[in-house]
């Protein structure tokens, strides 16, 4: 299936400082990546959807000034939490469309592997 | 009220045993139905994928949705300890690329 890469996958940080995720499809193209936010023993939560030459499109309660969302390219999106507080602590995913193959196939979501953020 | 419902266990059964994990849902609007797999400190992984009502299997796992009840379910056949994760339910109005929302998860733990 596709390749989605996260980079870090962890990340210590103090609090007021700003901190930088990176979401890459390896193999393919995404014209569309999500970006979640999963608590402790909670769901995935979607934050915003993030287009390719485009602004983001943010979910309800979710601040576009806090959390920037960058897809400059079509293989590479970024997260941004500014300022970041203790509450922004959490495993934040992203995930990339694939579009259906041609002839058939459906199109669907690919999930990356994940970045743990602590702030202290 | 959350749009989807899903007990979060955690559901501890004998290796060999059959799974079965629910979820609800109030959203009648939603057509694609999915199940993902995530283990500690992962991203989730696309397990099975149905769309609308009827019965879906590949290998161990066959997925349910019964539209008219707002209720979907996953069995796992003969499970493995390494079936051991938290299983997601999901759901979308759209095509299953559009936006996704989430059960809570259940936490399944298969004892060797």
């Known amino acids: 299936g596709a390749v989605v890469s996260q980079h870090p996958s962890r990340v210590i940080c103090k609090s007021g400082t700003s901190v930088k995720i990176e979401c890459r499809s390896l193999?393919?193209?995404?014209?569309?990546m999500f970006w979640y936010r999963q608590f402790p023993k909670q769901s995935l939560m979607l934050m915003a959807t993030?287009?390719?030459?485009?602004?983001?499109?943010?979910e309800q309660g979710v601040e576009k000034d806090k959390f920037l969302i960058n897809h400059a390219s079509l293989t590479l999106s970024t997260l941004t939490v500014t300022s970041a507080h203790p509450e922004d602590s959490s495993f934040y995913i992203c995930?990339?469309?694939?579009?259906?193959?041609?002839?058939?196939?459906?199109?669907?979501?690919?999930f990356g592997p994940g970045t743990r953020l602590l702030v202290l | 009220q959350k749009e989807v419902e899903q007990d979060p266990g955690p559901l501890s059964v004998p290796e060999g045993a059959i799974v079965s994990l629910n979820c609800t849902y109030s959203?009648?609007?939603?057509?694609?139905f999915m199940w993902y797999r995530q283990y500690s400190r992962k991203g989730p992984e696309l397990l099975m994928y149905?769309?609308?009502?009827g019965n879906k299997e590949d290998g161990r796992f066959t997925a349910q949705v019964d539209k008219s009840s707002k209720y979907i379910s996953l069995f796992i056949r003969d499970s493995q300890p390494s079936d051991s994760a938290t299983y997601l339910c999901?759901?979308?109005?759209?095509?299953?690329?559009?936006?996704?929302?989430f059960g809570s998860g259940t936490r399944l733990s298969i004892r060797p």
């Open positions: 995930s990339a469309r694939v579009p259906g193959l041609a002839g058939g196939g459906r199109e669907t979501q690919y």
């Open positions: 149905t769309y609308s009502s």
């Open positions: 959203n009648s609007a939603f057509q694609y």
């Open positions: 993030s287009n390719e030459g485009s602004k983001a499109t943010y």
């Open positions: 193999d393919f193209q995404a014209t569309t």
């Open positions: 999901a759901m979308s109005v759209g095509s299953s690329a559009s936006k996704i929302i």
